[in-house]
């Protein structure tokens, strides 16, 4: 009998999905370009469940029942194109192949639209939770036509994660809509990295222990701030170094690195107009940290304060940067959820902002208590304008708010950089101000390069003679 689904790449991520897919009942067909890594799956995992192995591509796709499910897992870009042609002439029509890799959203659109002209489906899917997720239940974000999903979906659903009893994968949307939604997943997975590394750096500067502020954040977890980041930031303070001896963290070197899916976030938050300040600033923040010769000239160079928090109650502050914590991951979410939305009317996507939230709760990197209460307020107002804005937020935001711009400004004085702490901050602020510093823009803009300007009292766009008698011309 052929099998269920087929999965392509045998790296870690390939292979323990067709695990997960093996472990909850269908017939898993494999492949993989080198054979040798199929074989070492079979050796090690062949008895979990009923797996096909081939050799070729071609007795691999024919071991498929059609119409056939193909989960693409190889490296992004060239090689997803590659197996791609080469998965093509093999199909019969309405055969679906999935990319569950972390393509760029508008390659998933463009390979849509190539697939889908020769008569197949294309399903671009971000998958989230690592290589443990792979195996027990991912979060999965689908996008491609509802047909692919009808074939694709219940598999999907079945080996995801699940909260409450709820599978954590939907359809997010035609094409591309499933990619940009994981592509939002990660810049939220950025800002929320970041802004703990500025609550720890704040926990040191107030004299704790790598230990204590491992305790700090498992007691956090505790909370309202449970979330799987919290948790394993938790175990990598801990973590001692098995070659020294040495706090782990204190022997990895202090540069962060990425694979752009961040970098893509924030290049689309431009793009569309939306100001995912606190992405934008986890992105700037990992940039900076890697910047090697700056960071040695400004060591030398750069005077300022020594990073040392001086507090009166320190068990006060902590707690201080526990709400501002709170706050700052509940901006960059809004933010995210804002681009979600921005993308899902710009490339005709319709995405619904709750289904997102929903498949978010469990499975994926950025899981967290936060997602449950994002999810009840899309759902009971989709028409929400910012999610920090929200009935059951903002009351909290305003009860906060002291608690957080103490930290920032205890952070800006001691010279401890929390570039996503304060940015999340001027955003809120910035939202709440009756006028920010836009009319004087606006006023620089007229005068330097008639670039004309709006008026409170009247519609249209106008024009001052700077140069002349300073009279106004209506433009429009
Ligand atoms: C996930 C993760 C994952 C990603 C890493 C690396 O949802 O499981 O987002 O897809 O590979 O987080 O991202 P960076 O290398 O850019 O940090």
Redesign the pocket.
């Known amino acids: 009998t052929k099998a269920n689904i087929g999965v392509v790449g045998m790296a870690v991520m390939g292979s323990n999905l067709a695990r997960n897919l093996a472990h909850h009942g269908y017939r898993v067909a494999v492949f993989n370009r080198t054979y040798a890594k199929t074989q070492t799956l079979i050796a090690e995992h062949g008895d979990e469940g009923e797996f096909i192995a081939s050799e070729h591509i071609e007795d691999f796709v024919a071991s498929i029942a059609e119409p056939r499910a193909i989960i693409c897992m190889v490296k992004a870009g060239g090689p997803t194109d590659a197996t791609i042609e080469e998965l093509l002439p093999l199909l019969s029509p309405g055969d679906v192949i999935m990319d569950g890799g972390?393509a760029f959203f508008r390659d998933t659109i463009r390979r849509e639209k190539y697939v889908s002209g020769k008569g197949f489906h294309f399903v671009g899917a971000g998958i989230?939770?690592?290589e443990v997720?792979a195996l027990t239940g991912p979060s999965i974000m689908p996008g491609g036509t509802p047909e692919s999903y009808r074939i694709l979906g219940p598999m999907l659903e079945t080996i995801s994660a699940h909260y409450e009893g709820e599978p954590c994968c939907a359809w997010m949307g035609p094409d591309g809509a499933g990619h940009f939604v994981k592509m939002i997943?990660?810049g939220i997975?950025y800002s929320d990295m970041q802004v703990i590394g500025e609550a720890y750096e704040l926990l040191k500067a107030v004299g704790l222990s790598n230990q204590e502020c491992a305790q700090t954040f498992a007691s956090w977890n505790e909370g309202e701030l449970s979330s799987y980041l919290v948790e394993i930031a938790a175990e990598v303070l801990r973590q001692k170094d098995p070659r020294t001896g040495k706090d782990f963290i204190d022997i990895v070197a202090d540069r962060a690195?990425?694979?752009?899916?961040?970098t893509w976030t924030v290049q689309t938050a431009l793009e569309l107009g939306v100001a995912t300040t606190g992405i934008g600033e986890a992105v700037f923040a990992r940039a900076e940290s890697s910047l090697d010769e700056l960071r040695a000239a400004g060591r030398t160079a750069l005077k300022g304060p020594d990073r040392t928090v001086s507090v009166n109650d320190r068990d006060a502050f902590i707690e201080n940067i526990r709400k501002a914590l709170w706050c700052s991951k509940v901006v960059s979410y809004s933010q995210g959820f804002d681009e979600i939305r921005a993308g899902g009317a710009e490339f005709g996507w319709d995405i619904d902002v709750a289904e997102a939230a929903k498949i978010w709760r469990a499975g994926?990197?950025i899981r967290a208590e936060l997602l449950e209460q994002i999810r009840q307020e899309y759902s009971t107002d989709p028409k929400l304008v910012s999610f920090m804005a929200a009935p059951s937020i903002a009351p909290k935001m305003a009860e906060y708010q002291d608690a957080w711009r103490s930290v920032v400004a205890a952070a800006v004085t001691a010279g401890v950089p929390a570039p996503v702490f304060s940015a999340t901050l001027a955003y809120y602020d910035a939202a709440r101000a009756p006028r920010v510093n836009a009319a004087l823009t606006q006023g620089l803009r007229d005068l330097f390069g008639s670039h004309t300007y709006e008026r409170i009292d009247d519609h249209g766009h106008f024009h001052l003679e700077w140069s002349g008698d300073r009279s106004e011309t209506r433009i429009d």
């Not at 690195?257 to 961040?262: A, D, E, N």
């Open positions: 972390n989230s939770g690592g997720g997943h990660n997975e690195q990425m694979k752009g899916t961040g994926c990197i």
